[in-house]
Each structure stands twice: as structure tokens, then as C-alpha cells.
């Protein structure tokens, strides 16, 4: 019998072994069979949602047409973003808005004022509907106006275990959390990839959804896609907490034991 007790244990060890690997990888249900190497598997992926305008966003907005004076072939601005102020936080790192960072600022009630158009609404709008809106209200005053419009401010925040958690902004508006995380620096070997909390606002409340990476059905999610100003949160292992702790007492057994011996010595130089 106790021949066999060192091939159980190292069995044991094999097995838990085998388990925390599969717990750190990603899309474990994607099989790895040859065919898969030639020809790929179909993952079925969410349907991506265009996100919309909403109060204190910050919209970049061009209003272009051709001068006439200039024989047809230059563009003339004629309506342009002016400067935002303010801090955005981006990888634990403060990013001051300057006058390189402009934009109009929606306000509470959905709107924002252009110069020379007015007030328009533009809260529950995608950025698509916003200019042809713009377009349809600048026909009435320029001639074949061109109408550019873009979110400054699709910001996503990642927070826990990650290698920089942080508030990053984004260029584009079909982010996934796949990118999120990327931008984040991925998670560390003590985050739950199993356990991936997206917080998103949805009519004035707080709505939670969790995901989990080590299945490629996350895909399919609709919370895959991420909305402007959504939390992703990453949770650590309940060994994190442990390993943090015994790291606590650690340093405090070390301080306590440095500071017995200063005692020790100042006690001995004042004899």
C-alpha cells in the first residue's frame, strides 16, 4: 500500500496541475484538432449595436463645404469643435484635455448648439444619425455641406487583476472587452478568467453581466461589445488574497524583528 502513496500524490499534482492551466487560457472549447489548424471553427459572434449619443459626451463635428472662390477645388471649413478642458485618466497616467482635444459637450437635456445651426438633439442618436440629421439642417445654409461626426470620448475603465488597470480612451467605437483587456495589459495570472464583470449604465441603473474567457461563447455575449463609460472589473483568486496576506505579515514580522534588534543595539550604546 504505501508503494502506491507517491504515484497518488504525483497524480494529484499532475491533475491540479492540468486544472489551473485550463483555468488560464482562453476559448478552452475551441478544439484543437487538425482541421481546425486548416480550416478554422465558426465561433458565433454578438450582433455589434452602433453605440448612441448620451448626455455629457463629447462629439467631434465638421461641417465642410467647397469655396466657390477658390474655383471649386478647396474646402472651407465652416463649422469646427472648440476646445474642451478637463483630465481623463489613461493607464494610472493623467491626460490633460488641451486645444488638441476639442469637441461639443452634450448637455442634460441631449443637446448641443453649433454655430449658425442651432440646437440640435442629439442624445439616443448613433453617430450616423447625428450627421445625417447635421447634414439635412446645414443644407438649409451651405451648399453641399460635408458632415463628419465622432465620439471623443468612448472611454472604458478596467479595474483588478490586470497588469495596468486604468481608464483608457478609444479611437473607435466597436470595442469588444477582448480590446479593453489588451489595452489593460491582459490579466494577471491571479485574475478569474472565468469570472469577468462588465458594469454598463442602462436607463439610469447600474447593470452587471459576467463572462468568462476560458468559454469562446463570450463572443456571442452582448456585453462582448463595450459601451462608452463601462466598467470591466477582473477579480482575483481567492489564493491572492492569501498570498497577499501572508506577504503582509511577512514585512510585518520583518519590521517588527528589525526594530527589536535597533532596540537591542540603541539599549546596549546607552549602558
Not at 167 to 187: C, I, K, P, Q
Request: charged share 20%.
Amino acid at each position: 500500500m504505501k508503494n502506491y502513496v507517491p504515484l497518488f500524490l504525483t497524480v494529484c499534482i499532475l491533475a491540479a496541475s492540468c486544472t489551473n492551466y485550463k483555468k488560464l487560457t482562453y476559448f478552452n472549447n475551441v478544439s484543437d484538432s487538425s482541421s481546425v489548424y486548416k480550416k478554422g471553427e465558426a465561433i458565433p459572434l454578438a450582433v455589434y449595436s452602433p453605440v448612441t449619443v448620451k448626455a455629457d459626451d463629447i462629439l467631434s463635428i465638421m461641417v465642410t463645404t467647397i469655396d466657390p472662390a477658390a474655383g471649386g477645388t478647396d474646402a472651407i471649413n465652416l463649422i469646427s469643435q472648440p476646445p474642451m478642458k478637463g483630465n481623463v485618466s489613461s493607464g494610472n497616467q493623467q491626460q490633460a484635455f488641451n486645444n488638441n482635444t476639442q469637441g461639443f459637450l452634450v448637455d442634460k437635456s441631449g443637446n448641443i448648439e453649433l454655430p449658425v445651426l442651432g440646437t440640435i438633439h442629439a442624445e439616443g442618436l448613433t453617430t450616423i444619425e447625428l450627421k445625417n440629421t447635421i447634414k439635412e439642417k446645414a443644407r438649409q445654409y451651405f451648399k453641399d455641406p460635408t458632415v463628419n461626426v465622432r465620439l471623443l470620448n468612448f472611454r472604458v475603465t478596467v479595474l483588478g487583476e490586470v497588469a495596468r488597470p486604468g481608464t483608457y480612451n478609444f479611437s473607435n467605437e466597436r470595442v469588444s472587452v477582448l480590446d479593453a483587456l489588451g489595452m489593460a495589459g491582459d490579466l494577471t495570472v491571479y485574475g478569474k478568467r472565468d469570472n469577468v464583470m462588465v458594469v454598463r449604465e442602462v436607463d439610469n441603473t447600474k447593470k452587471a453581466m459576467r463572462l468568462n474567457l476560458n468559454d469562446a461563447g463570450i463572443m456571442s455575449s452582448p456585453y462582448f461589445y463595450l459601451q462608452q463609460n463601462d466598467v470591466v472589473y477582473i477579480e482575483p483568486v481567492k489564493n491572492r488574497a492569501v498570498q497577499s496576506d501572508a506577504s503582509a505579515s511577512r514585512t510585518i514580522s520583518i519590521v517588527t524583528g528589525a526594530a527589536s534588534v535597533l532596540a537591542v543595539i540603541i539599549a546596549a550604546l546607552l549602558r
